[in-house]
């Protein structure tokens, strides 16, 4: 089996409690996208923090070993009645902003085979401003939060579905 590349913790919050840089990053994405007032309409809201674990063997320098392009990162998710908007902030400072519909957007959970333990729940839409479809991996962890989330998540997906 693979051992998970990172730790995981995930908490359910308002989009005011995020993160400071995630909350900069979706205020600027939906003002630039038009998506409203996110903070009014959210009906959930998550953050997960993400820490490299490190692998069996050594690195380059002599120390542990982590999966290749493991960082450190924070991710935010924020559902609202409409659109699924994620968030992600490295400490590298790379980021990642999507929203997609959410009456279009499709959940798969990753093979554990492939991506390990713990990954989170890909998310498959047509995100604003690119031109095809396709699927990003929301990490989230497995705790009671997470679990919630996800749940809540394809819940709201359905319920935008009837709506449409």
Do not use: K
């Not at 959930?44 to 990162?73: D, K, Q, W, Y």
């Not at 009456?103 to 047509?126: K, N, W």
Request: neutral net charge.
């Amino acid at each position: 089996m693979i051992a998970p590349a990172y730790r995981r913790t995930t908490r359910l919050c308002p989009i005011d409690d995020l993160d400071v840089p995630l909350q900069v990053l979706i205020d600027g994405f939906a003002e630039r996208h038009l998506l409203g007032d996110l903070r009014a309409s959210a009906r959930i809201c998550a953050e997960t923090h993400s820490v490299p674990l490190p692998r069996p063997g050594r690195g380059p320098l002599g120390g542990p070993g982590f999966a290749p392009m493991a960082v450190e990162n924070r991710a935010a998710a924020v559902v609202t009645d409409t659109f699924v908007v994620i968030a992600l902030v490295r400490v590298d400072g790379e980021s990642v902003r999507l929203a997609g519909q959410l009456a279009d957007a499709t959940l798969r959970t990753p093979d554990p085979g492939l991506y390990g333990p713990e990954p989170g729940v890909f998310v498959h839409a047509g995100w604003l401003g690119h031109g095809e479809a396709s699927s990003y991996l929301l990490p989230l962890d497995e705790g009671p939060d997470g679990r919630v989330f996800l749940s809540r998540l394809r819940d709201l997906i359905a319920a935008a579905r009837v709506r449409r």
